[in-house]
């Protein structure tokens, strides 16, 4: 009867959540749109049609954009394309908790990048979303938990390791080198996920290693030195 109880209980537990797995960075690479009306109540079937999207490739594959319309991200790329206001640069990414991420990013050309665009997007479970968007001058909070995105394209279902870091301040870097801006640290004991890895290895000291582009909960979306993470 425990047993039984347990179960029920995780059940409902993932039907309120709305996701089955912890969200990562990556989960937001795709093409997105907002089902403003509910008139397609997040079928996106008719939605991939050749004579309503364009076909558009990612460093992801290829996907299918809707013109003006679609929220389209590339995070390898660090790139996002946002109902046809223009290219976005993304700075930093940071997962809050298990289905929540904080996006810092920037129009190309804007020069008031002191206080650049942040956006926290809530997953309801890998393939929807809302947003919250703060303008900059703190007057009001665009979007919310009634303009639900549906993703139209994307990559397959990620596959990711997890790590743990070995040793003190352990720094994340923005590039896969000792050169790349750091983004923060990481603390020996420290889970991470790894979702990626450079394609050369790199010697350090008396160490030789490729580098992972990790998430942690509460730290930037970074690369962080192999000799640093254990299975």
Known sequence: MENKSTLLFLFLLVLNTGYAYPIEPTDLDGTWLEDMFGTWKGDTTLLRSPSITDAYYFSWGKGRTIPNSSFDFDIDENKSWFSGDGLLIIDTITKQDENTLKVVM???????????????????????????????????????????????????????????????????????????????????????????????????????????????????????YGGYIQN
């Open 106 to 224: 920037y129009f190309v050309g804007d020069k008031e990048l002191e206080r650049p665009y942040e956006m926290t997007f809530h997953f309801l479970d890998r393939n929807k979303y809302w947003f919250e968007w703060p303008q900059r001058d703190e007057s009001e909070i665009l979007k919310g938990k009634d303009w639900i995105h549906y993703r139209v394209s994307g990559p397959p279902l990620r596959t990711a390791q997890q790590g743990t870091i070995n040793n003190m301040r352990v720094r994340i870097r923005k590039e896969p080198n000792l050169s790349g801006k750091t983004l923060g640290h990481l603390d020996a004991g420290q889970r991470v996920t790894i979702l990626r890895r450079s394609e050369e290895t790199q010697r350090i000291d008396d160490m030789e290693a490729y580098w992972y582009k990790v998430s942690a909960e509460g730290k930037p979306y970074g690369w962080v």
